[in-house]
Protein backbone atom coordinates (compact mmCIF):
# COMPACT_ATOMS: atom_id res chain seq x y z
CA UNK A 1 0.00 0.00 0.00
CA UNK A 2 1.41 3.00 -1.38
CA UNK A 3 1.98 5.81 1.75
CA UNK A 4 -0.62 8.85 1.30
CA UNK A 5 1.83 12.66 0.64
CA UNK A 6 0.63 15.34 1.99
CA UNK A 7 1.14 18.74 0.77
CA UNK A 8 2.64 21.09 2.95
CA UNK A 9 1.68 24.65 1.38
CA UNK A 10 3.24 27.48 3.00
CA UNK A 11 2.31 29.96 0.65
CA UNK A 12 1.68 33.69 2.69
CA UNK A 13 -0.88 35.07 0.53
CA UNK A 14 -3.46 31.79 0.67
CA UNK A 15 -2.80 30.66 3.69
CA UNK A 16 -3.73 33.30 6.58
CA UNK A 17 -3.09 31.38 9.75
CA UNK A 18 -1.53 27.88 10.64
CA UNK A 19 -3.46 24.28 10.85
CA UNK A 20 -4.67 23.64 14.31
CA UNK A 21 -2.81 21.64 15.97
CA UNK A 22 -4.27 17.53 16.63
CA UNK A 23 -4.30 15.42 19.69
CA UNK A 24 -2.42 12.02 20.29
CA UNK A 25 -6.29 11.08 20.27
CA UNK A 26 -7.09 12.23 16.45
CA UNK A 27 -9.39 15.00 17.87
CA UNK A 28 -8.70 18.69 16.81
CA UNK A 29 -8.41 21.40 19.22
CA UNK A 30 -10.99 23.20 17.68
CA UNK A 31 -14.12 22.22 18.51
CA UNK A 32 -15.77 23.80 15.35
CA UNK A 33 -16.75 21.48 12.67
CA UNK A 34 -17.26 21.68 8.76
CA UNK A 35 -20.89 20.60 7.75
CA UNK A 36 -22.70 19.84 4.55
CA UNK A 37 -25.42 22.57 3.49
CA UNK A 38 -28.89 21.71 3.12
CA UNK A 39 -29.62 18.48 0.35
CA UNK A 40 -25.30 17.79 0.51
CA UNK A 41 -24.77 14.60 1.95
CA UNK A 42 -21.07 13.21 2.64
CA UNK A 43 -21.05 9.52 4.01
CA UNK A 44 -21.01 8.14 7.72
CA UNK A 45 -17.63 7.82 7.43
CA UNK A 46 -14.79 10.13 8.85
CA UNK A 47 -11.01 10.84 7.76
CA UNK A 48 -8.83 11.15 10.85
CA UNK A 49 -5.61 13.98 10.27
CA UNK A 50 -2.10 12.49 11.68
CA UNK A 51 0.31 14.67 12.87
CA UNK A 52 2.71 14.44 9.62
CA UNK A 53 -0.37 16.01 7.74
CA UNK A 54 -1.42 12.45 6.04
CA UNK A 55 -5.30 11.34 5.49
CA UNK A 56 -5.85 7.94 5.80
CA UNK A 57 -8.34 6.12 3.88
CA UNK A 58 -7.68 2.95 3.42
CA UNK A 59 -6.36 1.76 -0.09
CA UNK A 60 -6.79 5.40 -1.80
CA UNK A 61 -4.78 8.85 -0.98
CA UNK A 62 -6.57 12.12 -1.05
CA UNK A 63 -5.05 15.39 -0.54
CA UNK A 64 -4.56 17.29 2.52
CA UNK A 65 -7.41 19.43 3.57
CA UNK A 66 -6.81 22.52 5.53
CA UNK A 67 -8.62 24.09 7.89
CA UNK A 68 -8.38 27.59 9.22
CA UNK A 69 -9.30 30.81 9.77
CA UNK A 70 -10.49 33.48 7.36
CA UNK A 71 -9.33 35.98 9.82
CA UNK A 72 -7.69 35.75 13.64
CA UNK A 73 -9.98 38.34 14.97
CA UNK A 74 -12.81 37.68 12.82
CA UNK A 75 -16.03 34.77 13.71
CA UNK A 76 -14.70 31.23 14.29
CA UNK A 77 -16.18 29.94 10.87
CA UNK A 78 -13.95 28.09 8.88
CA UNK A 79 -13.58 26.73 5.64
CA UNK A 80 -12.73 23.57 3.73
CA UNK A 81 -10.29 23.82 0.66
CA UNK A 82 -9.07 21.07 -1.88
CA UNK A 83 -6.46 22.08 -3.93
CA UNK A 84 -7.52 21.95 -7.05
CA UNK A 85 -8.03 24.10 -10.51
CA UNK A 86 -11.87 25.08 -9.41
CA UNK A 87 -13.07 27.93 -7.58
CA UNK A 88 -12.89 27.74 -3.30
CA UNK A 89 -16.54 26.53 -2.35
CA UNK A 90 -17.43 28.05 0.83
CA UNK A 91 -19.20 25.50 3.40
CA UNK A 92 -21.35 26.76 6.16
CA UNK A 93 -20.05 26.15 9.40
CA UNK A 94 -22.52 24.71 12.35
CA UNK A 95 -22.05 22.34 15.10
CA UNK A 96 -21.48 18.57 14.29
CA UNK A 97 -23.76 15.73 13.91
CA UNK A 98 -21.29 13.55 15.38
CA UNK A 99 -18.97 13.88 18.10
CA UNK A 100 -16.35 11.43 16.59
CA UNK A 101 -16.12 13.30 13.47
CA UNK A 102 -12.81 12.64 12.19
CA UNK A 103 -13.09 8.50 12.60
CA UNK A 104 -11.95 6.63 9.88
CA UNK A 105 -14.15 6.46 6.52
CA UNK A 106 -14.44 3.57 3.82
CA UNK A 107 -12.62 3.98 0.33
CA UNK A 108 -16.47 4.78 -1.74
CA UNK A 109 -16.30 8.00 0.62
CA UNK A 110 -14.18 10.05 -2.55
CA UNK A 111 -16.60 9.68 -5.45
CA UNK A 112 -19.01 10.67 -3.42
CA UNK A 113 -16.80 13.74 -1.64
CA UNK A 114 -16.33 14.51 -5.20
CA UNK A 115 -19.86 14.83 -6.06
CA UNK A 116 -20.78 16.83 -2.88
CA UNK A 117 -17.99 19.49 -3.74
CA UNK A 118 -19.55 19.61 -7.60
CA UNK A 119 -22.74 20.49 -6.19
CA UNK A 120 -21.47 22.67 -3.63
CA UNK A 121 -19.64 24.92 -6.66
CA UNK A 122 -22.94 24.67 -8.70
CA UNK A 123 -25.03 26.27 -5.24
CA UNK A 124 -22.50 28.83 -5.21
CA UNK A 125 -22.40 30.05 -8.46
CA UNK A 126 -26.31 30.13 -8.72
CA UNK A 127 -26.09 32.30 -5.24
CA UNK A 128 -23.16 34.66 -6.66
CA UNK A 129 -25.23 35.11 -9.65
CA UNK A 130 -28.80 36.10 -8.10
CA UNK A 131 -26.86 38.35 -5.47
CA UNK A 132 -24.84 40.01 -8.62
CA UNK A 133 -28.16 40.54 -10.42
CA UNK A 134 -29.68 41.58 -7.09
CA UNK A 135 -26.94 44.31 -6.72
CA UNK A 136 -27.35 45.62 -10.35
CA UNK A 137 -30.91 45.86 -10.01
CA UNK A 138 -30.29 48.08 -6.83
CA UNK A 139 -28.15 49.63 -8.65
CA UNK A 140 -30.94 50.52 -11.47
CA UNK A 141 -33.24 51.58 -8.68
CA UNK A 142 -30.44 53.34 -7.00
CA UNK A 143 -29.98 55.41 -10.49
CA UNK A 144 -33.73 55.71 -11.48
CA UNK A 145 -34.68 57.68 -7.80
CA UNK A 146 -31.58 59.85 -7.92
CA UNK A 147 -33.04 60.96 -11.51
CA UNK A 148 -36.65 61.31 -10.26
CA UNK A 149 -35.37 63.29 -7.31
CA UNK A 150 -33.31 65.26 -10.05
CA UNK A 151 -36.37 66.03 -11.82
CA UNK A 152 -38.48 66.73 -8.98
CA UNK A 153 -36.03 69.40 -7.73
CA UNK A 154 -36.51 70.99 -11.66
CA UNK A 155 -40.03 71.09 -11.65
CA UNK A 156 -42.51 73.28 -9.81
CA UNK A 157 -44.36 71.34 -7.13
CA UNK A 158 -48.22 72.16 -6.95
CA UNK A 159 -49.05 73.62 -3.56
CA UNK A 160 -50.78 71.20 -0.85
CA UNK A 161 -52.74 73.24 1.62
CA UNK A 162 -51.84 72.72 5.23
CA UNK A 163 -55.48 70.88 6.41
CA UNK A 164 -54.98 68.75 3.35
CA UNK A 165 -51.28 67.80 4.50
CA UNK A 166 -52.49 67.37 8.64
CA UNK A 167 -55.12 64.89 7.34
CA UNK A 168 -52.52 62.71 5.11
CA UNK A 169 -50.29 62.53 7.78
CA UNK A 170 -52.88 61.16 10.12
CA UNK A 171 -53.79 58.71 7.74
CA UNK A 172 -50.05 57.14 6.58
CA UNK A 173 -52.39 54.24 5.53
CA UNK A 174 -53.65 56.17 2.15
CA UNK A 175 -49.98 57.05 1.50
CA UNK A 176 -51.63 60.75 0.88
CA UNK A 177 -53.00 60.24 -2.58
CA UNK A 178 -55.98 61.00 -4.47
CA UNK A 179 -57.83 57.92 -4.73
CA UNK A 180 -61.28 58.35 -7.07
CA UNK A 181 -64.20 56.62 -4.88
CA UNK A 182 -66.55 53.66 -6.03
CA UNK A 183 -69.01 54.82 -8.56
CA UNK A 184 -69.39 55.56 -11.92
CA UNK A 185 -66.12 58.24 -13.51
CA UNK A 186 -66.60 61.69 -14.42
CA UNK A 187 -68.61 62.43 -17.50
CA UNK A 188 -71.14 59.01 -17.73
CA UNK A 189 -74.67 59.13 -16.44
CA UNK A 190 -75.12 56.55 -13.38
CA UNK A 191 -77.63 54.27 -12.42
CA UNK A 192 -81.16 55.69 -12.01
CA UNK A 193 -81.82 55.92 -8.50
CA UNK A 194 -84.51 53.29 -7.34
CA UNK A 195 -86.61 55.10 -4.76
CA UNK A 196 -89.55 53.01 -3.21
CA UNK A 197 -92.90 54.27 -3.46
CA UNK A 198 -93.98 54.13 -0.03
CA UNK A 199 -93.15 56.60 2.66
CA UNK A 200 -90.69 55.13 5.36
CA UNK A 201 -92.40 53.67 8.49
CA UNK A 202 -90.65 55.85 10.64
CA UNK A 203 -91.45 59.36 9.05
CA UNK A 204 -95.22 58.10 8.53
CA UNK A 205 -96.74 59.11 11.58
CA UNK A 206 -95.44 62.60 11.79
CA UNK A 207 -96.69 63.88 8.23
CA UNK A 208 -100.30 64.59 9.66
CA UNK A 209 -98.85 66.61 12.85
CA UNK A 210 -98.79 69.64 12.72
CA UNK A 211 -96.64 71.01 15.78
CA UNK A 212 -93.47 69.57 15.97
CA UNK A 213 -91.43 70.29 18.86
CA UNK A 214 -87.64 69.45 18.57
CA UNK A 215 -85.75 67.13 21.24
CA UNK A 216 -82.32 67.41 21.82
CA UNK A 217 -80.42 64.62 20.00
CA UNK A 218 -78.92 61.90 22.35
CA UNK A 219 -77.13 59.06 20.47
CA UNK A 220 -76.21 58.22 17.23
CA UNK A 221 -78.26 56.11 14.94
CA UNK A 222 -76.32 55.66 12.23
CA UNK A 223 -72.58 57.06 10.89
CA UNK A 224 -72.25 56.81 7.49
CA UNK A 225 -68.54 56.46 5.60
CA UNK A 226 -68.29 56.59 2.19
CA UNK A 227 -66.77 59.69 1.52
CA UNK A 228 -62.80 59.78 0.58
CA UNK A 229 -62.69 63.44 1.20
CA UNK A 230 -63.96 65.96 3.86
CA UNK A 231 -67.71 66.79 3.43
CA UNK A 232 -68.59 70.36 2.95
CA UNK A 233 -72.44 69.71 2.92
CA UNK A 234 -75.47 67.75 3.67
CA UNK A 235 -79.21 68.86 3.44
CA UNK A 236 -82.47 66.85 3.63
CA UNK A 237 -84.51 66.02 0.80
CA UNK A 238 -87.38 69.10 0.90
CA UNK A 239 -90.40 66.78 0.09
CA UNK A 240 -91.44 65.46 3.73
CA UNK A 241 -92.67 61.77 1.75
CA UNK A 242 -89.03 61.76 0.45
CA UNK A 243 -87.39 63.10 3.37
CA UNK A 244 -85.34 59.99 4.53
CA UNK A 245 -83.00 60.87 1.28
CA UNK A 246 -79.87 62.85 2.99
CA UNK A 247 -77.45 64.38 -0.15
CA UNK A 248 -73.56 64.96 0.85
CA UNK A 249 -71.47 66.94 -1.32
CA UNK A 250 -67.71 66.28 -0.50
CA UNK A 251 -64.19 67.72 -1.65
CA UNK A 252 -63.58 63.81 -3.44
CA UNK A 253 -65.23 65.01 -6.71
CA UNK A 254 -68.42 63.16 -5.81
CA UNK A 255 -72.05 63.83 -4.38
CA UNK A 256 -73.96 60.86 -2.90
CA UNK A 257 -77.67 60.08 -2.04
CA UNK A 258 -77.99 58.18 1.51
CA UNK A 259 -80.50 56.54 3.18
CA UNK A 260 -80.49 58.11 6.52
CA UNK A 261 -83.24 57.52 8.31
CA UNK A 262 -84.15 53.81 7.50
CA UNK A 263 -80.97 51.77 7.11
CA UNK A 264 -78.38 54.16 6.77
CA UNK A 265 -76.93 52.90 3.28
CA UNK A 266 -75.98 54.75 0.29
CA UNK A 267 -78.33 54.36 -2.59
CA UNK A 268 -76.00 56.22 -5.18
CA UNK A 269 -73.15 57.99 -6.16
CA UNK A 270 -72.70 60.84 -8.56
CA UNK A 271 -69.38 61.79 -10.19
CA UNK A 272 -70.26 64.24 -12.16
CA UNK A 273 -67.41 67.07 -11.15
CA UNK A 274 -64.06 66.04 -12.47
CA UNK A 275 -62.88 68.77 -9.04
CA UNK A 276 -64.27 69.06 -5.81
CA UNK A 277 -67.66 69.40 -4.88
CA UNK A 278 -68.39 72.53 -2.77
CA UNK A 279 -72.11 72.92 -3.69
CA UNK A 280 -75.16 70.76 -3.85
CA UNK A 281 -78.64 71.63 -3.62
CA UNK A 282 -82.09 69.53 -3.91
CA UNK A 283 -84.59 70.84 -6.60
CA UNK A 284 -87.82 71.80 -4.68
CA UNK A 285 -89.46 68.94 -6.40
CA UNK A 286 -86.90 66.43 -4.45
CA UNK A 287 -86.23 64.28 -7.94
CA UNK A 288 -82.99 66.70 -9.24
CA UNK A 289 -79.63 67.63 -7.38
CA UNK A 290 -78.09 71.17 -8.59
CA UNK A 291 -74.46 70.80 -7.90
CA UNK A 292 -71.61 73.15 -8.78
CA UNK A 293 -67.61 72.29 -8.08
CA UNK A 294 -63.80 73.51 -8.34
CA UNK A 295 -64.32 72.58 -12.13
CA UNK A 296 -65.99 75.85 -13.16
CA UNK A 297 -68.99 73.69 -14.26
CA UNK A 298 -72.74 73.52 -13.51
CA UNK A 299 -75.10 70.51 -13.68
CA UNK A 300 -78.49 69.62 -12.97
CA UNK A 301 -78.81 65.44 -12.30
CA UNK A 302 -82.10 63.48 -12.95
CA UNK A 303 -82.51 61.26 -10.89
CA UNK A 304 -84.88 58.95 -11.90
CA UNK A 305 -82.83 58.48 -15.20
CA UNK A 306 -79.59 59.37 -14.11
CA UNK A 307 -78.92 61.87 -17.04
CA UNK A 308 -78.18 65.36 -16.64
CA UNK A 309 -81.27 67.41 -17.55
CA UNK A 310 -78.81 71.12 -17.58
CA UNK A 311 -75.27 71.40 -17.69
CA UNK A 312 -73.22 75.05 -17.65
CA UNK A 313 -69.81 76.53 -17.10
CA UNK A 314 -69.39 79.14 -14.89
CA UNK A 315 -66.60 81.92 -15.10
CA UNK A 316 -65.27 81.07 -11.81
CA UNK A 317 -65.39 78.16 -9.13
CA UNK A 318 -68.90 77.72 -7.43
CA UNK A 319 -69.02 77.62 -3.81
CA UNK A 320 -72.53 78.19 -3.08
CA UNK A 321 -75.82 77.28 -5.03
CA UNK A 322 -79.13 78.47 -4.05
CA UNK A 323 -82.61 78.08 -5.89
CA UNK A 324 -85.04 81.00 -6.11
CA UNK A 325 -88.15 80.53 -3.52
CA UNK A 326 -90.60 80.69 -6.45
CA UNK A 327 -89.13 80.35 -9.46
CA UNK A 328 -87.70 76.91 -9.36
CA UNK A 329 -86.00 76.97 -12.86
CA UNK A 330 -83.77 80.00 -11.35
CA UNK A 331 -80.78 79.73 -8.93
CA UNK A 332 -78.11 81.67 -7.61
CA UNK A 333 -74.40 80.72 -7.98
CA UNK A 334 -71.48 82.14 -6.25
CA UNK A 335 -68.16 81.72 -5.77
CA UNK A 336 -64.57 82.78 -6.59
CA UNK A 337 -65.54 85.70 -7.90
CA UNK A 338 -66.81 89.79 -7.52
CA UNK A 339 -70.16 88.85 -8.96
CA UNK A 340 -73.03 86.72 -8.16
CA UNK A 341 -75.05 85.16 -11.50
CA UNK A 342 -78.33 84.05 -12.38
CA UNK A 343 -79.09 81.20 -14.33
CA UNK A 344 -82.08 80.24 -15.96
CA UNK A 345 -82.19 76.42 -16.76
CA UNK A 346 -84.53 76.68 -19.56
CA UNK A 347 -82.02 78.18 -21.47
CA UNK A 348 -79.07 77.64 -20.27
CA UNK A 349 -78.00 81.35 -19.34
CA UNK A 350 -77.35 83.91 -17.47
CA UNK A 351 -80.36 86.10 -16.92
CA UNK A 352 -78.75 88.60 -14.43
CA UNK A 353 -75.67 89.88 -12.50
CA UNK A 354 -75.26 91.05 -8.88
CA UNK A 355 -71.36 92.64 -9.05
CA UNK A 356 -69.69 94.07 -5.95
CA UNK A 357 -66.14 95.25 -5.22
CA UNK A 358 -65.30 92.19 -2.92
CA UNK A 359 -62.75 88.73 -4.17
CA UNK A 360 -65.86 85.91 -3.17
CA UNK A 361 -68.93 85.33 -2.06
CA UNK A 362 -69.38 82.52 1.13
CA UNK A 363 -72.75 82.01 1.24
CA UNK A 364 -76.41 83.36 0.09
CA UNK A 365 -79.64 84.00 1.51
CA UNK A 366 -83.53 84.39 -0.08
CA UNK A 367 -86.12 86.79 2.06
CA UNK A 368 -89.24 87.84 1.61
CA UNK A 369 -90.49 84.85 -1.06
CA UNK A 370 -87.63 86.04 -3.34
CA UNK A 371 -87.89 89.14 -3.58
CA UNK A 372 -84.79 90.20 -1.94
CA UNK A 373 -81.45 87.94 -0.75
CA UNK A 374 -78.34 88.27 1.11
CA UNK A 375 -75.00 87.84 0.29
CA UNK A 376 -71.95 86.95 2.60
CA UNK A 377 -68.95 87.96 1.15
CA UNK A 378 -64.80 88.28 2.23
CA UNK A 379 -64.51 91.76 2.71
CA UNK A 380 -64.09 92.71 6.12
CA UNK A 381 -62.17 95.77 6.27
CA UNK A 382 -63.63 98.73 7.98
CA UNK A 383 -62.75 101.20 5.03
CA UNK A 384 -64.17 98.99 2.44
CA UNK A 385 -67.41 100.38 0.50
CA UNK A 386 -69.29 96.81 0.65
CA UNK A 387 -69.02 95.33 4.15
CA UNK A 388 -69.26 91.18 5.11
CA UNK A 389 -73.12 91.16 4.62
CA UNK A 390 -74.97 92.59 1.35
CA UNK A 391 -78.83 93.14 1.03
CA UNK A 392 -79.75 92.73 -3.09
CA UNK A 393 -82.66 93.56 -4.85
CA UNK A 394 -83.33 90.41 -6.80
CA UNK A 395 -85.30 91.71 -9.68
CA UNK A 396 -82.99 95.25 -10.30
CA UNK A 397 -79.84 93.76 -9.18
CA UNK A 398 -79.38 97.08 -6.76
CA UNK A 399 -77.88 96.95 -3.71
CA UNK A 400 -80.48 97.44 -0.73
CA UNK A 401 -77.86 97.81 2.28
CA UNK A 402 -74.28 97.11 2.35
CA UNK A 403 -74.20 98.47 6.24
CA UNK A 404 -75.50 95.64 7.39
CA UNK A 405 -72.50 93.64 9.94
CA UNK A 406 -70.13 96.50 11.02
CA UNK A 407 -67.28 93.96 12.84
CA UNK A 408 -63.94 93.11 10.91
CA UNK A 409 -64.99 89.59 10.89
CA UNK A 410 -66.02 87.50 7.45
CA UNK A 411 -69.34 85.41 8.01
CA UNK A 412 -69.06 81.97 5.95
CA UNK A 413 -72.54 80.80 6.29
CA UNK A 414 -76.33 82.51 6.64
CA UNK A 415 -79.44 81.05 7.90
CA UNK A 416 -83.27 81.77 8.34
CA UNK A 417 -85.36 81.83 10.98
CA UNK A 418 -88.60 79.76 10.47
CA UNK A 419 -90.86 81.73 12.18
CA UNK A 420 -89.15 85.42 13.15
CA UNK A 421 -88.46 87.76 10.77
CA UNK A 422 -84.81 87.07 11.42
CA UNK A 423 -81.67 85.77 10.16
CA UNK A 424 -78.66 84.55 11.85
CA UNK A 425 -74.88 84.86 10.46
CA UNK A 426 -72.27 82.33 11.43
CA UNK A 427 -68.97 85.07 12.26
CA UNK A 428 -65.27 84.05 12.51
CA UNK A 429 -65.30 85.77 15.08
CA UNK A 430 -66.93 82.42 17.11
CA UNK A 431 -69.99 83.62 17.55
CA UNK A 432 -73.51 83.46 16.24
CA UNK A 433 -74.81 86.93 15.13
CA UNK A 434 -79.02 87.46 15.16
CA UNK A 435 -79.94 90.10 12.49
CA UNK A 436 -83.74 91.66 11.63
CA UNK A 437 -84.28 90.53 8.00
CA UNK A 438 -85.91 93.26 7.42
CA UNK A 439 -84.71 97.01 6.52
CA UNK A 440 -82.77 98.25 8.00
CA UNK A 441 -80.99 94.96 9.07
CA UNK A 442 -80.44 95.73 12.39
CA UNK A 443 -78.05 93.52 14.01
CA UNK A 444 -79.17 92.51 17.96
CA UNK A 445 -77.00 93.56 21.14
CA UNK A 446 -78.46 91.50 23.78
CA UNK A 447 -78.35 87.88 21.99
CA UNK A 448 -75.07 86.54 21.01
CA UNK A 449 -74.59 82.53 20.67
CA UNK A 450 -70.79 81.78 21.49
CA UNK A 451 -68.98 79.17 22.64
CA UNK A 452 -67.91 77.30 19.66
CA UNK A 453 -64.95 77.79 17.22
CA UNK A 454 -64.91 78.60 13.43
CA UNK A 455 -61.17 79.34 12.87
CA UNK A 456 -61.78 79.63 9.16
CA UNK A 457 -63.44 76.67 8.36
CA UNK A 458 -66.96 76.99 6.35
CA UNK A 459 -68.81 76.01 9.36
CA UNK A 460 -72.71 75.76 9.07
CA UNK A 461 -75.80 77.26 10.93
CA UNK A 462 -79.25 76.32 10.82
CA UNK A 463 -82.28 77.05 12.64
CA UNK A 464 -84.97 73.84 14.15
CA UNK A 465 -87.91 73.41 12.34
CA UNK A 466 -90.38 74.58 15.15
CA UNK A 467 -87.43 77.54 15.81
CA UNK A 468 -86.35 76.38 19.75
CA UNK A 469 -83.36 75.83 19.10
CA UNK A 470 -80.02 76.64 17.06
CA UNK A 471 -77.17 74.47 16.00
CA UNK A 472 -74.01 74.84 15.19
CA UNK A 473 -71.03 73.20 14.12
CA UNK A 474 -67.37 73.90 15.57
CA UNK A 475 -63.57 73.25 14.21
CA UNK A 476 -62.69 71.16 16.96
CA UNK A 477 -65.47 68.42 15.88
CA UNK A 478 -68.36 69.72 18.55
CA UNK A 479 -72.35 69.70 17.90
CA UNK A 480 -73.72 72.68 20.00
CA UNK A 481 -77.06 73.41 20.45
CA UNK A 482 -78.89 76.68 21.92
CA UNK A 483 -82.29 77.63 23.13
CA UNK A 484 -82.88 80.85 20.12
CA UNK A 485 -84.66 83.04 23.01
CA UNK A 486 -82.50 82.50 25.69
CA UNK A 487 -79.33 82.17 24.26
CA UNK A 488 -78.15 79.41 26.79
CA UNK A 489 -76.75 76.50 25.84
CA UNK A 490 -78.82 73.73 25.42
CA UNK A 491 -76.77 70.92 24.72
CA UNK A 492 -73.23 69.79 23.73
CA UNK A 493 -72.81 66.56 21.49
CA UNK A 494 -68.49 65.49 20.84
CA UNK A 495 -69.55 65.04 17.65
CA UNK A 496 -66.31 64.14 15.53
CA UNK A 497 -62.77 63.68 15.51
CA UNK A 498 -62.26 66.95 12.69
CA UNK A 499 -64.11 69.81 12.49
CA UNK A 500 -67.81 69.70 11.84
CA UNK A 501 -68.76 71.95 9.29
CA UNK A 502 -72.52 71.03 8.18
CA UNK A 503 -75.43 70.75 10.79
CA UNK A 504 -79.11 69.95 9.46
CA UNK A 505 -82.03 68.94 11.48
CA UNK A 506 -84.94 66.59 9.50
CA UNK A 507 -87.80 68.50 8.60
CA UNK A 508 -90.37 66.12 9.55
CA UNK A 509 -88.95 63.82 12.26
CA UNK A 510 -88.95 65.74 15.75
CA UNK A 511 -85.30 64.64 16.88
CA UNK A 512 -83.25 63.52 14.35
CA UNK A 513 -79.97 65.58 13.02
CA UNK A 514 -77.54 65.27 10.86
CA UNK A 515 -73.82 66.43 10.68
CA UNK A 516 -70.62 66.27 8.59
CA UNK A 517 -67.27 66.78 9.01
CA UNK A 518 -63.82 67.57 7.61
CA UNK A 519 -62.57 64.19 8.50
CA UNK A 520 -65.65 62.79 5.40
CA UNK A 521 -67.89 60.96 7.87
CA UNK A 522 -71.65 61.96 8.53
CA UNK A 523 -73.21 61.21 11.36
CA UNK A 524 -77.01 60.67 12.30
CA UNK A 525 -78.00 61.84 15.50
CA UNK A 526 -81.05 61.17 17.60
Known amino acids: ?68 RSHPGSCPSQRLQWPSKDPDAAFSISKPPHPSWMSRAPAGHVPLAAACLKSVKSAWDARSSSS ?34 QLQAQNPEDGGKDKEPPGPPAGYAPAPLRVPPTVSEFIQPYLNSQHRETKVPKRVLFHLRGHRGP ?66 ALHLTDLETGTQVFSGRSDFRVTTLKFHPKDHNVFLCGG ?11 TGKVVKGYKATIQQTLDILFLQEGSSFLSSTDASTRDSADRTIIAWDFRTAAKISNQIYHERYTCPSLALHPREPVFLAQSNGNYLALFSSVWPYRM ?71 TCSWGGDIKIWH
Open 336 to 346: FSSEIKAWDMR
Open 444 to 514: SRRRRYEGHKVEGYAVGCECSPCGDLLVTGSADGRVLMFSFRTARRACTLQGHAQACLGTTYHPVLPSVLG
Open 132 to 165: HTQSEAESTAGNASSSQRKRGEDCVVPYTPKRLR
Open 231 to 296: VNSIQWCPVFRKSHMLLSASMDKTFKVWNAVDSGHCLQTYSVHSEAVRAARWSPCGRRILSGGFDF
Open 1 to 68: MASLVAYDDSDSETETEPTRSVNSEGQMDDASAVTRSSGMGFASGTVAVTKEGAQHTGDQRLPLARIW
